[in-house]
């Protein structure tokens, strides 16, 4: 199955699919081990996650919007 990434409304970004040939680096450059054994990753979209890159449910915790929520909140304040 090809790489799959869907943007989760006011989550993560989820990848599924065939994983085998993904590398993550970290910002230093280093490359972050993948799950092995898992049909995909979420990766943290709200920065508030303890296991970054991944995504550990803080998101919900903490009212995270996505972009597009965030930005249409903002709009209609101005």
């Given at each position: 199955m090809?790489?799959?990434?869907?943007?989760?409304?006011?989550?993560?970004?989820?990848?599924e699919?065939?994983?085998?040939?993904?590398?993550i680096?970290?910002?230093?450059?280093?490359?972050?081990?993948?799950?092995e054994?898992k049909?995909g990753?979420?990766?943290?979209?709200?920065?508030?996650?303890?296991?970054?890159?991944?995504?550990?449910?803080?998101?919900s915790?903490?009212?995270?919007?996505?972009?597009?929520?965030?930005?249409a909140?903002?709009?209609?304040?101005?």
């Amino acid at each position: 199955m090809p790489l799959k990434i869907t943007i989760k409304q006011n989550g993560p970004y989820r990848l599924e699919g065939d994983l085998t040939e993904l590398q993550i680096f970290d910002h230093e450059g280093k490359q972050v081990p993948i799950p092995e054994g898992k049909p995909g990753i979420s990766l943290c979209r709200c920065g508030a996650s303890v296991n970054k890159p991944f995504c550990d449910g803080t998101h919900s915790k903490i009212g995270f919007k996505g972009a597009e929520e965030a930005r249409a909140e903002f709009d209609a304040v101005k």
